[in-house]
């Protein structure tokens, strides 16, 4: 498990509670004012408000935050994602410099377990040139402190399109599912955008737009919901486009399914429990479900490979997770090496309401790539 101080801890609760009113009334003040909102800019504003956003005032993960990530489970993430990333640059002909990119690092604990991983591979190692995509300003300064030494050549981005050009491998974990997303539900009208408006009692409540969206595709049933995750298909696009044009792979994971499929996959999570979106914006985390279908589709029509979507369980597998286990509980005391199992379970069980069935892994890459680690061969599109 990895630890470190949580950088908002200093926050007192009457404090936060203020913050609360703050967002919550400048929110009503815009939907009085403008109308209601569409899903897609609720969501960008409880992440990513400048002041009162999620991420932008927390760090909010571990066993003390809301939610635990794959690479805060167990240092075993990240150090196999190091292995699959040396590989991936050695079937690229070992460019040298590499960009390395990381999309939403979080804590910066994936990035650090894959460089000390890295160092295994002198070569590898020595062409890195590290770049993180994070928007979140207290998040950016724990990756600093957390990346410590290898911080000095580390470079800080808002987007991908700011990464310099060159070959690149570009690594995601629970960046995609944190991309705001449009919802429209079937009426008798047609599909109707859902909204976020104001209730006469003040509180933050979904409606539809009173007019349907036409260019959506006739079907569903009245009451059903259609996604459309404009970010993430954007920043596949981007991903796509850099690996076809100059070079490289990207990998990309999360909790997903194959569309297509209707349904809300709109969730809020606080404190390790779901939670109501509306309820106390820019305090839960608000995540959806990735459709891989789509972000696969929207990647080869750029040109891209793609490879998978592959369960977590079967990617960490194939890589060589268990051995990594053994290895470590060979050298850990009988408590900690409770803690590698328990972890290596966590992280691959597909029987158990756990990662290892539910997320996903992607791979898009330049078509003479061939095929990355922790794929089936059969399985190239
Ligand atoms: N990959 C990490 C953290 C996942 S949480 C882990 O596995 O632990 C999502 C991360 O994406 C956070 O670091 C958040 O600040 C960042 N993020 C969210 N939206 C973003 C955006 N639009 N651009 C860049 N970073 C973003």
Redesign the pocket.
Known sequence: MAGGARLHAATAPSERRVGVTAFLDELQRMIALEGPISVERYM?LC??HPVHGY??TRD??GAGGDFT????ISQMFGELIGLWAAEVWRLMGAPAPVRLV??????G??MSDLLRAARTVADFSDALDVHL????P??REG?RQKLGGSAGSIAWH??LSEVPPGPAIIV????L???PIRQFMRSERGWCERLVGLADNGRLVFGLAPEPETRLPAGGRPGDILELPR?ALD?TRDAAERVVTQGGAALL?DYGYCGPAFGDTLQAVKRHAFADPLAEPGEA?ITVHVDFTRVAAAARECGAVVHGPVAQGDFLRALGIEARARALQARASEGQAADIEGALRRLTDETLDAMGALFKVLAIAHPGLGVPPGFPAGQVR
């Open positions: 960008a992440l990513g991420y932008v909010p993960f990530t794959a690479p805060e990381e999309l939403g690092p979080g804590r604990t994936l995509v994070e928007t979140s207290v998040l990756q808002a987007a995601a974990n629970e960046f599912d944190a991309l970010a920043l994971i985390d």
